[in-house]
């Protein structure tokens, strides 16, 4: 099945910065989201990206799916931003089962 | 996130007791999703439904057994648990189709005492 890798694994903020998460995936793709999973466990969408560019606030995504790597970047980076961000990819060989990276875990200071 | 709702939000049982986990999405969706979250650990899935069939059981030990009555709700049945098995439990659901995203519900915070 389709190979999902996100880096970094661990990331650590003071608030204010910037910083970018990467996917990359290992076959083509017909669906990707990205999540934030929050201290308390609640997945939420973020994105749903499996090509191009989207933004919603201080958020951005890029898929570029010929070259198989997805970016999630976060801008002036806040402390409620810390949590886990994970991205999941469903291939392009018939199935509608995502596949989760293992994901990022961030901490944001104030 | 709204659209998925998981009961109860926390649960704590002994390992001879019997209890179930619901998930309800009202988001008109006919695929749903058990995962399982141990600390520290990604997401593992569980068992999958498509139209109230199980399409994917993802070598679930049998102390676990899903339910999908319709295509609205989703549970998972628990007997004589470990203590391993203390996890986040996650219900999702989406559309049948390769481009369709996901929408989990807020979990199940599940402690085997």
């Known amino acids: 099945g389709i190979q999902v890798e996100q880096s970094p694994p661990d990331l650590i903020l003071q608030e204010g910065a910037n910083s970018t998460l990467r996917c990359n995936f290992s076959d083509s793709v017909n669906n990707l989201q990205w999540f934030h999973q929050n201290p308390w466990g609640q997945l939420i969408n973020l994105f749903y990206i499996p090509s191009g560019t989207k933004q919603n606030g201080r958020l951005s995504a890029t898929t570029v799916a010929t070259e198989r790597y997805s970016l999630l970047y976060i801008s002036s980076s806040q402390t409620t931003d810390s949590g886990v961000y994970f991205c999941?990819?469903?291939?392009?060989?018939?199935?509608?089962?995502?596949?989760f990276g293992r994901g990022t875990s961030l901490i944001v200071h104030p | 996130e709204t659209g998925v709702t998981q009961t109860p939000r926390h649960l704590v049982m002994g390992m001879t007791n019997k209890k179930s986990l619901k998930c309800e999405q009202h988001l008109g969706h006919n695929a749903m999703y058990w995962y399982k979250q141990s600390a520290k650990k990604p997401l593992e899935l569980m068992f999958v439904?498509?139209?109230?069939?199980?399409?994917e059981n993802n070598s679930v030990p049998s102390r676990f057994s899903p339910e999908c009555p319709n295509s609205s709700h989703l549970f998972l049945h628990l007997h004589t648990l470990q203590p391993e098995d203390s996890a986040l439990y996650l219900c999702a659901s989406s559309q049948v189709g390769p481009d369709a995203p996901q929408h989990f519900g807020d979990g199940t915070r599940l402690s085997i005492l």
């Open positions: 999941a990819v469903v291939g392009s060989g018939g199935s509608y089962i995502p596949t």
């Open positions: 439904y498509n139209f109230k069939e199980q399409t």
